[in-house]
């Protein structure tokens, strides 16, 4: 008799327990299809995916109106706007021709100097522009004012430099200045010539701006040239 009631308890126990287990499942928090179960305070809140993503969407967009707002807008004048896009469109109209000739320009230069394996160092366009604030300097003016007036940085500056200190490389060579050239041109410009130099420093300056001269009637030509021999193809015609 006693066997018994303990093999009755024992069946009981056993078959108690797994009701609590499935009775606790049941009380879990169900979320179904796109949506996201989440606890707070006790409380069950539903988040539904597709809701979750607008509202990230619309807050990243709000963020690049805010923020990025000077890639669409340029100016705002009593409330009404003035679009990045006339701003531009309107530029091109006025130097849009102008501007392209100098992109071009200046690639095949690049293209022409990798071509020669011809290469501009550091200090070569520091030298230059030492050069050019001395002689600022003499005639008592600023270089940062001086850009400042073109509208142009030091890095724009140097850019320039560069691509000078290229085409003077690759043209140079092509340059020769005889004494008779020399000779001639003193005779020519006695009266514009510095009166306070010697004879050797006289011809060294006039040596140097018939070399000038010739440098860039010389560079204009090699560009044409190579603009001429170039597969150039516009989009844009202006």
């Not at 520091?126 to 400042?148: A, P, R, T, V, W």
Request: proline fraction near 2%; hydrophobic fraction near 40%.
């Amino acid at each position: 008799m006693v066997r018994k009631i303990k093999t009755v308890k024992k069946i009981s126990k056993s078959s108690i327990e797994p009701k609590a287990k499935v009775q606790k499942m049941e009380e879990l928090p169900k979320t179904a299809g796109n949506e996201v179960g989440t606890k707070i305070g006790g409380m069950s809140i539903k988040v539904h995916r597709l809701t979750l993503i607008i509202a990230v969407i619309i807050l990243i967009v709000g963020c690049f109106l805010f923020f990025g707002r000077g890639l669409i807008v340029a100016a705002v004048i009593n409330g009404q706007p003035i679009s990045r896009l006339a701003l531009i469109q309107e530029a091109e109209k006025q130097a849009g021709k102008q501007t392209l000739s100098a992109l071009i320009r200046n690639i095949l230069i690049e293209q022409e100097a990798n071509k020669q394996k011809v290469v501009v160092n550091e200090k070569q366009i520091n030298d230059q522009i030492k050069s050019i604030e001395n002689n600022l300097s003499k005639q008592g003016q600023d270089i940062d004012q001086m850009l400042s007036m073109e509208r142009m940085t030091r890095a724009d500056l140097r850019k320039v430099i560069r691509l000078d200190l290229l085409v003077t490389k690759m043209v140079e060579k092509n340059i020769k200045i005889s004494e008779k050239d020399v000779n001639d041109y003193i005779e020519k410009n006695k009266e514009m010539l510095p009166k306070d130099q010697s004879e050797n420093e006289l011809k060294k300056t006039v040596t140097e701006r018939l070399k000038q001269q010739q440098l860039s009637e010389k560079a204009q030509a090699w560009l044409a040239d190579l603009e001429k021999k170039a597969k150039i193809v516009k989009f844009v015609n202006y």
